[in-house]
């Protein structure tokens, strides 16, 4: 299965000094005072940048071979975790963070440009940075801002932040909604349906041009012969891959002394881990 966001997240994005952290200072202002927990991340392309020092005592538990690391105080609390980029993805960073309404991004263009589940904003230095960025973004783009005024469909990061706070708040509710919807999807971006991910479906669902029904898993639901659990998750399956599973165990089991198969039998199968023995 796909894994899915389990928040709405946003990606603000733009070269050096277009304004960006001076966004997300806004937002956050905005949303919290709508009442919303908002979580924030900030690439910093520093090469060798760390939050340690050399000689802390934090910094020698990492060298002891620690990972992670927290780091406790009466005001905060860190946590030092060391990998590199290529180990990183979206979910990885929403697995380090508390339960929040929505997750900001400040940077991370290699990780959301190119994702459509991820709301973005851009964030630009003049009217020929704004079409290159709009050229390459795929999903919902949210909103182009300036700290200078360009034209009227670029908005002013300091005088229009009320108008992007409001836009981000609809976009947040969207996503919300589509949450939900694609929790009923199977997960299996197998394309069947005309859309080339669930996502994508859930979102037409959401806006009235496709219907669940339209899933061709959940459209042959009645047909599948077999079912599968793993570690007490139910794992969909089209009608051709249930069937095979079926034959298969229906035909294992014929073999064995004392059992007498039909070959109409429904088949489910529970694969879990042994964590304390046999279950």
């Not at 197998?190 to 669940?212: I, S, Y």
């Not at 339209?214 to 012969?225: L, P, R, Y």
Request: hydrophobic share 40%.
């Amino acid at each position: 299965m796909v894994s899915h966001l389990r928040v709405p997240v946003i990606s603000v994005l733009g070269y050096k000094d277009s304004g960006k952290t001076l966004l997300i200072e806004g937002l956050v202002k905005g949303l919290t005072g709508r009442g919303l927990k908002v979580a924030t991340a900030k690439h910093i392309s520093q090469r060798g940048f760390t939050i340690d020092r050399e000689g802390k005592d934090t910094w020698r538990h990492s060298k002891a071979g620690a990972n992670p690391v927290l780091s406790v105080s009466e005001g905060e609390t860190a946590i030092l975790i060391k990998e590199n980029l290529k180990s990183l993805s979206i979910d990885r960073l929403l697995g380090l963070i508390p339960e929040v309404d929505v997750f900001i991004l400040e940077g991370f263009s290699w990780l959301t440009l190119k994702d459509e589940r991820v709301g973005k904003i851009i964030c630009v230095r003049d009217e020929e940075e704004s079409e290159l960025f709009k050229g390459k973004v795929k999903g919902d783009l949210i909103a182009v801002c300036s700290l200078k005024k360009l034209n009227p469909s670029i908005l002013d990061i300091k005088g229009d932040i009320d108008v992007i706070v409001s836009r981000v708040s609809e976009y947040i509710d969207g996503v919300i909604e589509t949450l939900k919807i694609l929790g009923k999807l199977p997960g299996l971006n197998c394309g069947k349906c005309g859309f080339k991910t669930c996502w994508g479906m859930a979102k037409a669902v959401r806006d009235g041009t496709a219907r669940l029904d339209d899933c061709f898993v959940i459209k042959h639901k009645s047909k599948v012969g077999s079912s599968l659990t793993v570690d007490g998750s139910d794992v969909p399956l089209q009608p051709f891959v249930s069937e095979v599973i079926r034959r298969t165990v229906l035909g294992i089991a014929s073999t064995l002394k004392g059992i007498s198969i039909k070959g109409d039998e429904y088949v489910h199968i529970d694969i879990r881990s042994r964590r304390h023995g046999k279950p």
